[in-house]
C-alpha cells in the first residue's frame, strides 16, 4: 500500500490556483482493473483508490502517512515559468507571428 503525495496542477480551463494549493494523498493501485467479460465496463476491486485526502502542507501530509504507517512518495511541484506579455506587444512591427483580424 504505498501512497502518492502531490500538488495538483491547475486545470487547463481555468485561470486561477483555487484548488492547486492544496496537497493530496492518493493511493497508488495495488490490483490492476479488470474488464467485466459479459458488459465490458472496468473495474477494480482495490477500494483505496477511491480515497483522495486533502491537506494544507506537505507537512501534514507527510505526518498523517508516518503516523498511520503508509509508505509514501513526494512528488514536488515544476516551477512556473511566467512570461509577461503587454498588451502592445501584439502591435509590435517585429512581432514573430503575422498580425491577422
Request: charge should be positive.
Amino acid at each position: 500500500m504505498t501512497a502518492r503525495i502531490y500538488k495538483p496542477t491547475r486545470s487547463a480551463m481555468q485561470s486561477g490556483k483555487g484548488r492547486a494549493k492544496l496537497w493530496l494523498l492518493e493511493y497508488e493501485p495495488e490490483v490492476p482493473r479488470s474488464v467485466e467479460p459479459l458488459m465490458g465496463w472496468t473495474s477494480s476491486r482495490d477500494m483505496k483508490q477511491q480515497l483522495r485526502l486533502r491537506f494544507e502542507t506537505k507537512e501534514e501530509a507527510v505526518a498523517y502517512a508516518e503516523r498511520n504507517g503508509i509508505a509514501y512518495r513526494v512528488d514536488e511541484p515544476k516551477p512556473v515559468a511566467h512570461r509577461t506579455m503587454a498588451y502592445s506587444d501584439n502591435f509590435k512591427f517585429n512581432r514573430v507571428g503575422q498580425w491577422t483580424h
